[in-house]
């Protein structure tokens, strides 16, 4: 067999008729291939697309979250135009599929309600962002940072180091505590007892004093202090603060050191942190007696 021979039975085949619908335009072997190999080779240059995106938007001032927006459109977009491309090279119009994607959207409605759900919900915590990536949140008694956002689940990774992946529309369905929404500004709290008797006044001004010298502590608004309550052991004090940190843990840090600075000090003016007492008042109608027995 020649080489001519070959070629006319490759475009034979590659004009072979597959299916030929009345009053339609025919479809051969040649555009089955094609846009196969369209399909194919454009879904990977729609993830490269994406990736080439990210990699650009994020030598800018984009926060993640944004970034991660962009993709996913840049993705989509690119989805679309291959899919009207395929048809257009299989010579299919779009109104022919008007009856079946109705069909295939009230069948995967019913069988797939979660999956939709989850999935709108993603894109609405993309565009609304009551969460974004890098965010630090409570949720269901779980403190973490949001490290993706994805299609169907959003993945937090816990202070503990365990990742979570949670449902996305369990995050808009349910309380979020979001530490840095609009900003990281947190209002901090130190409580304090000293034992009574001692010098009220100074105390307030050495816990004054501890707070305002902790570097993270913000000078506007300052910090102060409250003389909270006499309490059943002790004088309490109150020291309120406000810093920016990124999640429950530096708080616990900035107070633990606050701490520390408000025990060198008292240590240095004599003041001692109280402790529980109580007052044992016997009623007896004669004295006791208290004897001392020697050890054997």
Not at 14 to 30: D, E, H, K, M, N
Not at 144 to 162: A, C, M, P, Q
Not at 279 to 291: I, K, N
């Amino acid at each position: 067999m020649t080489l001519n021979e070959v070629w006319e039975h490759v475009q034979a085949l590659w004009g072979f008729v597959l299916i030929s619908p009345p009053g339609g335009q025919a479809i051969t072997v040649g555009q089955v291939v094609l846009t196969l190999l369209l399909l194919v080779v454009g879904y990977f240059a729609s993830q490269l697309v994406g990736v080439l995106v990210v990699r650009r938007l994020s030598r800018t001032e984009l926060r993640p979250d944004t970034v991660q927006t962009l993709k996913r459109v840049a993705f989509l977009t690119a989805l679309v135009l291959l899919f009207l491309l395929a048809l257009q090279i299989l010579g299919i119009p779009i109104s022919a599929f008007a009856f079946a994607v109705g069909a295939i959207a009230v069948g995967i409605g019913l069988g797939a309600q979660n999956i939709i759900n989850n999935y709108i919900s993603g894109w609405i915590l993309l565009s609304e962002r009551p969460i974004r990536i890098d965010d630090f949140i409570e949720f269901d008694n779980w403190q973490g940072l949001v490290e993706h956002i994805g299609h169907r689940s959003t993945r937090i990774r816990r202070t503990d180091g365990v990742h979570l992946v949670v449902p996305n529309s369990h995050l808009l369905e349910h309380t979020v505590i979001n530490w840095a929404l609009i900003d990281q500004e947190v209002r901090g709290i130190v409580r304090v007892g000293v034992v009574y008797g001692s010098p009220i006044r100074r105390v307030s001004e050495l816990v004054l004093q501890a707070v305002t010298e902790h570097p993270k502590v913000k000078r506007e608004p300052g910090p102060s202090v409250v003389f909270e309550d006499f309490g059943d052991s002790a004088l309490i004090f109150d020291a309120y603060f406000w810093c920016v940190v990124t999640g429950d843990k530096m708080l616990r840090e900035i107070r633990g050191d606050i701490r520390l600075r408000i025990a060198d000090l008292f240590e240095e003016e004599g003041i001692v942190v109280a402790f529980p007492q109580r007052d044992v008042h016997l009623d007896t109608p004669a004295p006791l007696e208290v004897r001392v027995v020697p050890e054997p």
